[in-house]
């Protein structure tokens, strides 16, 4: 419905692994698609496995947003997150602190070790000459338009 899984096919275009594009696990309400897996609902013994073994790594993120919390007090703070009338602002300071964060992770290298990866280089994670395509534009409504 967003099309989220469109534009990612197109920017991950040429980069298969083992035939199959990178996904993004989420729950059992998403559709399978090429670049995105939801967990198994009403699962085999197999898929219980793999289930478990994907919530697993889920682990990680966990981590990745209590750093976030350590690091970006402000978000603890109820009162700066009124989105019906910051919406907007809300959104982008979000976006700009996992930016920082996952740069400071480029730097650090705290959670590559998770995976057994060495992080990429400040370097090669904002390649200054990459154009991106942008993403698709979403329109959810007057419900969702947190006055822009």
């Not at 480029?106 to 070790?113: I, N, V």
Request: charged share 15%; glycine share 8%.
């Amino acid at each position: 419905m967003s099309g989220l899984n469109d534009y990612l096919v197109r920017i991950l275009d040429g980069c298969l692994l083992g035939g199959l594009f990178p996904c993004l696990y989420c729950d059992g309400i998403f559709p399978n698609l090429a670049t995105i897996v939801p967990r198994f609902v009403n699962p085999s013994p197999d898929q219980t496995i793999q289930n478990i073994i994907f919530a697993s790594q889920r682990q990680c993120l966990e981590h990745v947003f209590g750093d976030h919390r350590i690091r970006f007090k402000w978000f603890g703070m109820p009162h700066r997150l009124h989105f019906f009338n910051q919406g907007v602002t809300i959104r982008r300071e979000c976006l700009l602190s996992f930016f920082v964060l996952n740069c400071y992770y480029c730097l650090d290298g705290t959670r590559g070790g998770y995976f057994q990866c060495i992080p990429p280089s400040l370097q090669e994670y904002l390649p200054l000459d990459e154009v991106l395509e942008p993403p698709p534009a979403v329109d959810l409504g007057d419900t969702y338009d947190y006055w822009m």
